[in-house]
Every structure is written in C-alpha cells, then in structure tokens.
C-alpha cells in the first residue's frame, strides 16, 4: 500500500498558476504510474493527467492538455502538477493516486491507492 499526501492547492485568479505536490510513502514508489484526477461536489471523479513508473510517458484528458504539467521525482517519493492558465472550470479538489501498473492509465479502476485531495479554487 502507497500512503499519499497532496499540498500546494488553494485560491488563485483565473489566468493564474498553482503547483501541485503528491508526498508518497510505502511501497515501491517508482515501480508504480501515478496519477492526478479531481472531482467537484456531486460529480464523477475526473481524470486530469497520468505518468509512467519512471516519468517517460505522460497522458493529459483533453480539457487541460497544453496548460497543466505533471513530473515525478522518484529519488524524493514525491509527483507534482504544475497548472498554468488556470480557468474557474478547474476548481476542483485534486487527488493524487497510484496506480496498480506501470503504464499509463485514465479510469479510477486502475488505481489502488488515493490521498485524500487538496482544494484548488479559481475565482473569475
């Protein structure tokens, strides 16, 4: 099991840019893709952007494919998101995840381990 902590959310102007943390700690960190995914109250859960076992490969859902960047750092456990050019649509509580593979994937099934969510909020 993967214990994960995000940080780095708060308020921030549209046009604006926020970074994102993901502190993990447990099993083998960099074996495993992680993941970013958010969810708004009373909505499903949303993918956002995905990373492989070892940074090479990245996927992003199409509605934030040029402003947002997601990296890793295996030596320090920790998967960040650089968002830029921030939009009210993407107020959300953003949750970090591991997946239970290697390769890159988009559907909260293939994730087994979730932190518990940092808040993101963009005003207009």
């Known amino acids: 099991q993967v214990q994960l902590v995000e940080s780095g959310g708060g308020l921030v102007q549209a046009g604006g840019s926020l970074r994102l943390s993901c502190a993990a700690s447990?099993?083998?960190?960099?074996?495993?893709?992680m993941g970013w995914f958010r969810q708004v109250p009373g909505k499903v859960r949303e993918f956002v952007a995905a990373?492989?076992?070892?940074?090479?490969?990245?996927y992003y859902a199409d509605t934030v494919k040029g402003r947002f960047t997601i990296s890793r750092d295996n030596a320090k456990n920790t998967m960040y998101l650089q968002m830029n050019s921030l939009k009210p649509e993407d107020a959300a509580v953003y949750l970090c995840?591991?997946?239970?593979?290697?390769?890159?994937?988009?559907?909260?099934?293939?994730?087994?381990?979730w932190g518990q969510g940092t808040q993101v909020t963009v005003s207009s």
């Open positions: 995840a591991c997946a239970t593979g290697r390769l890159l994937r988009d559907s909260t099934r293939d994730y087994g381990d």
């Open positions: 447990g099993r083998a960190f960099s074996s495993y893709a």
């Open positions: 990373i492989s076992w070892n940074g090479g490969s990245t």
